[in-house]
């Protein structure tokens, strides 16, 4: 069983930065990807980004040029750094992993004011 930790969510002003990590709690099978979700209040969860344990990445057209996603195999934890947040990106975030099985994270909210 692998559990994820996130952290790193909170309350910022349109047009700051947060940045989001999330680390398993042991070594991940590979090959396998790990990324973001979101889940905005009154709406559906969505795709953020992904990353594989090659390094191939994957973006929601709503954050490309803003979010950037990467990893550290070693430490087996993967970062979200979200530039020029917009209020529309309030949202709770979720890690997300699948190694043979899917693991999600518990949350973390991110909040970001007009």
Known sequence: ???LAESGGGVVQAGGSLRLSCAASRSIYR???MGWYRRAP???R???ATITSGGNTNYA???KGRFTISRDNAENTVYLQMNSLKPEDTA???CYLV???EYWGQGTPVTVSS
């Open 42 to 44: 009154g709406k559906e």
């Open 99 to 101: 190694a043979i099985r």
């Open 92 to 94: 709770v975030y979720y």
């Open 46 to 48: 969505e795709l953020v």
């Open 1 to 3: 069983q692998v559990q």
């Open 31 to 33: 090959p396998n990807t």
């Open 61 to 63: 057209d709503s954050v």
